[in-house]
């Protein structure tokens, strides 16, 4: 009976070890975003705040983005153990969604529309990477809400989204990891343009 007893305490404590990482992993290797940053509104690199342009001396861009992050081993045990190129993680994939404090988020009328894109870095383990991606693309700045904001340049509006980045990866023998997600705010409006001098 004590046996009994002792089996099931010991199979109480495996089940309550497990986390919602190794629950999204077959990987011995997890992903841990370090920052997430853009351009400021001078269009200078390295902003935890993204200034949006709509329209620039008219012309429509990209607004990129760099993720810094880092492959550690799930089992901490093994943070200054390890070196097998089996747990790098090549990140693959890394999906942008958009949401507004306010709560309303209707892809297409009140944010833009979500998208996916295919990347392809390696970040070896218990090492970091920067990894720049699109944040904001020229497309959604063709289409509402932003394109909107074209009209209204007098009225200084400015529509504050908050960008969700969700990264994905596999490590070296294929296994996929957990998927981590990390935020970044992104002002967008018609932002007045910088005058071009002639010689």
């Known amino acids: 009976m004590k046996l009994k007893i002792l089996g099931l305490i010991i199979a109480v404590l495996l089940l309550g070890s497990c ?10 290797s997890r992903l841990q975003i370090m920052s997430l940053t853009g351009n400021d509104i001078e269009g200078k690199a390295g902003s935890t705040t993204v200034f949006s342009d709509v329209i620039t001396n008219n012309s429509i861009f990209d ?16 943070q200054t153990a390890t070196d097998s190129p089996y747990m790098d993680v090549l990140v693959d ?10 709560g309303r988020n ?12 295919p990347v392809s870095m390696l970040v070896p383990i218990l090492k970091s990477s920067e990894i720049p991606f699109v944040l904001v693309r ?10 909107q904001l074209r009209a ?10 908050v960008a969700v980045v969700t990264i994905h990866g596999k ?5 996929r990891v957990a998927p981590v ?3 970044i705010s992104v002002w967008c409006a018609d932002f007045a343009d910088t005058e071009e001098t002639t010689t």
């Open 171 to 175: 490590d070296g023998a294929g296994n």
């Open 19 to 28: 986390t919602a990482v190794e629950d999204d992993s077959t990987s011995g």
């Open 93 to 102: 994939q890394i999906d942008v969604e958009f949401r507004r404090t306010d």
């Open 138 to 147: 020229h497309v959604a700045k063709l289409e509402a809400p932003l394109f």
């Open 106 to 117: 209707i892809e297409g009328v009140d944010v833009p529309v979500r998208f996916t894109q």
């Open 63 to 78: 607004d990129p983005g760099v993720a810094e992050i880092e492959a550690l081993p799930l089992d901490p045990s093994l």
């Open 152 to 161: 209204i340049p007098s009225q200084e509006v400015v529509l504050q989204l």
């Open 181 to 183: 997600t990390g935020y």
